[in-house]
């Protein structure tokens, strides 16, 4: 059972989001990722972008020898010429950093976003101003003006 648990957290538990909201957050952490590796790939230098370690083997292996469990053994490096793989991985986040967008973009996702917020406020007032909850005069124009200022935000955040 513990196991199970610190797999699930690992892996994420299951949760219920909106699928705007998950699309939004995953091109978010993805930018996040790009970044991250950008800052990887500035680490480099100018040789290594395109020549590199592409083999390594500690002396004595397959002979019986190298299980030195404190990494003591010496090792052997093969160079050759190639792309780093901190460019690759550039590459392949940048592509999918923009292949996110796009969807995005495609899908209008702002635009849809703000028209739920609009629904939830509306839904809001509605309930506010129920005569079921019997508020005051005085609570009605201070739940209003929450609401505006909720609502202004959201429209600042969104600019």
């Given at each position: 059972?513990?196991?199970?648990?610190?797999?699930?957290?690992?892996?994420?538990?299951?949760?219920?989001?909106?699928?705007?909201?998950?699309?939004?957050?995953?091109?978010?952490?993805?930018?996040?990722?790009?970044?991250?590796?950008?800052?990887?790939?500035?680490?480099?230098?100018?040789?290594?972008?395109?020549?590199g370690v592409?083999?390594?083997?500690?002396?004595?292996?397959?002979?019986?020898?190298?299980?030195?469990?404190?990494?003591?053994?010496?090792?052997?490096?093969?160079?050759?010429?190639?792309?780093?793989?901190?460019?690759?991985?550039?590459?392949?986040?940048?592509?999918?950093?923009?292949?996110?967008?796009?969807?995005?973009?495609?899908?209008?996702?702002?635009?849809?976003?703000?028209?739920?917020?609009?629904?939830?406020?509306?839904?809001?007032?509605?309930?506010?101003?129920?005569?079921?909850?019997?508020?005051?005069?005085?609570?009605?124009r201070a739940?209003?003006?929450?609401?505006r200022g909720?609502?202004?935000?959201?429209?600042?955040?969104?600019?």
């Amino acid at each position: 059972m513990a196991q199970a648990q610190a797999t699930a957290q690992l892996f994420g538990v299951p949760r219920e989001v909106d699928p705007i909201t998950g699309m939004l957050e995953a091109y978010h952490q993805t930018m996040g990722i790009l970044d991250a590796v950008e800052a990887m790939c500035m680490q480099l230098l100018p040789a290594e972008v395109v020549w590199g370690v592409v083999k390594e083997k500690r002396v004595g292996e397959g002979e019986g020898g190298g299980d030195d469990a404190e990494g003591l053994t010496p090792v052997e490096r093969e160079y050759a010429p190639g792309v780093h793989i901190w460019v690759k991985l550039l590459e392949a986040w940048h592509d999918r950093a923009f292949t996110e967008a796009e969807r995005i973009l495609k899908l209008d996702l702002d635009s849809r976003r703000v028209e739920l917020s609009q629904g939830h406020v509306a839904a809001m007032v509605t309930v506010l101003l129920s005569p079921d909850l019997a508020l005051s005069d005085d609570q009605r124009r201070a739940a209003a003006r929450i609401l505006r200022g909720m609502d202004q935000q959201r429209t600042i955040e969104s600019a």
